[in-house]
């Protein structure tokens, strides 16, 4: 396995919340940043958050500031994202990859097949 393996998508009601899981291969995981993206159709991968390999920075796009958190488990190659008060626009498609310190999705690279996120106004 190389692509990583996102989980906890789901419906939920605006103002809730999800947590996001990736799994990676340790291959794809270790010494990376990780990043989250999201997408809905018709529109390009939008950055959400990305986190450095030792779990000390992080970098949110303004739209998710103060709502998201981004975290990492290196002991199990894993990948969080804490949504919190979420919003209908939050609705897309969630991605987790590995790759550069970059809020830009060309500068990632191993994507996983990704969860949906509906949230319902």
């Known amino acids: 396995q190389v692509q990583p393996v996102e989980s906890g998508g789901g419906l939920v009601q605006a103002g809730g919340s999800l947590r996001l899981s990736c799994v990676a291969s340790?291959?794809?995981?270790?010494?990376?940043?990780m990043g989250w993206f999201r997408q809905v159709p018709g529109k390009e991968r939008e950055f959400v958050a990305v986190?450095?390999?030792?779990?000390?920075?992080?970098r949110y796009a303004d739209s998710v500031k103060g709502r998201f958190t981004i975290s990492r488990d290196n002991a199990k190659n894993t990948v969080y994202l804490q949504m919190n008060s979420l919003k209908p626009e939050d609705t897309a498609v969630y991605y987790c990859?590995?790759?550069?310190?970059?809020?830009?999705?060309?500068?990632?690279?191993?994507w996983g097949q990704g969860t949906q996120v509906i949230v319902s106004s």
């Open positions: 990859a590995a790759g550069t310190w970059s809020t830009s999705a060309d500068d990632f690279r191993s």
């Open positions: 340790a291959r794809t995981y270790n010494l990376n940043t």
């Open positions: 986190v450095n390999w030792s779990g000390l920075s992080t």
